[in-house]
């Protein structure tokens, strides 16, 4: 018997469902939007939920992290009465179990649950049993949890995998971490910069030659993919490999023999390929730049890595431990790290990623030299002004124009340059927009004076007492030196 829980504003699906389930034996409870529905699931654990897209206070799959970012999370089966591919694809990238459209039979709803059902009976079954070895990869969120699903199926197997993902979201990481978890871990990893191989050495490069193959050999040389023998090959950037290699590398792939250049006989290698790549390689095969047979040659599993932007929920985890891991580094005490810190990169949208991240943190760690905190204004200005400019932009639904004028304008023309166009949209309340701006101002005004009390008195025209009752109300941070208690 399971637990069974729709999300659904319709009362006949919530009543066919539950009927349905009730006849299958199962326990069923429905709530009718999607704040009630995360409500229930938070006091009762549910196996299955049934949750719908349009939903009176929201999206459906906007919340679908929300609803399984749990220890043992409930499959979900998306409900929908319009058919969306895009949504479909969010859908399932986020960990659903299915997809189905209203209305739908009652037989094809049927094996849909009975499936997921004995999905997750498999699941819990063999919970525990992949104990992973992946100290440097860091990360609790929904979307982590099903890479780390996956990266533990591809080091339980032989297959072929390509790992998607954009630059910056530790494609290289997750492929060593499966080659040490793998039965080939006593073996070499062996990197490839497919990027940086060029036309004239690639064959020796990967295949090796014989002395005297050409001009330059001077002696023998044993080529990447024989030192790959018994471990794990991996070719990084793939999508920017030659058309002409990849019809030699194909028949590698196939036979798992080739030829060095110069030599007269084959070689055996025994290699487990894991591809990497930040390009679309469908998108590439349809305009002829990518062989369509060696794309399913390499796709035997698929390992798509998410945006950091997807997965905000593991920022503050990822800043302390690159943190801790920078401050060993250099030697220093480790530093605690302000709650205003963490907001501003959590609400940066991080187009390099994790890659970004760290070398953000290790400009800060650098600005921060042997302080004991890393506050904002040890963050790069130029991400602190992005983030205070998306901030206003989400209240006024403007571009940010900072102002150059004379410190005598009146307060109404550096109104009008800073919230442009405001007057033709719909505003925040009162307290809201003044709360934001109020604390963009004092952020900006801590980074500019370097958090020296006297001349942000001075520039602000507040006393002591009301500018440290504006910090503690704003959750903002400033390092005072005794002399100025």
Known sequence: MANILIIDDDQEICETLSSLATRLSHQCRWAHSLSSGQKISQEISFDIIFLDVRLPDGNGLDFLPKFIETDDPPEIIILTGKGDPDGAELAIQGGAWDYILKPSSVREITLTLNRALKYRQEKQRKAGTDNLKKSKIIGTSSRMKACFELMAQAARSESNLLITGE?????????????????????????????????????????????????????????????????TLFLDEIGEMSLSLQKSFLRVLQEKTFRAVGDTYEQNSDFRLIAATNRNLDEMVDNHEFRSDLLFRITTMRLPLPPLRQRQKDVRALVKFKTAQLCSQYGMEEKTVDENFIEILE?????????????????????????????????????RIQVAKNQIREMTGSEVLYDNSEPDEDFRSIGLNIFQDIFDRPLPSLKTFKNASEKVYLSELIRQCSGEIPPILKISGLSRSHFYSLLKKYGLSIQIEESEV
């Open 347 to 383: 609400s940066y949208d991080w187009p390099g990623n994790v890659r970004e991240l760290f070398n953000i943190i290790e400009r800060s760690v650098i600005a921060a030299g042997e302080e004991k905190n890393l506050f904002a204004m040890h963050l790069p200005r130029q991400l």
């Open 167 to 231: 630059t910056g979201t530790g494609k290289e990481l997750f492929a060593r971490t499966i080659h040490e978890n793998s039965s080939r871990s006593t073996g070499k990893f062996v990197f490839v910069d497919c990027a940086s191989l060029t036309e004239s050495l690639v064959e020796s490069t990967l295949f090796g030659h014989r002395k005297g193959a050409f001009t330059s050999a001077q002696d023998n040389r044993i080529g990447l993919i024989k030192l790959s023998d018994g471990g």
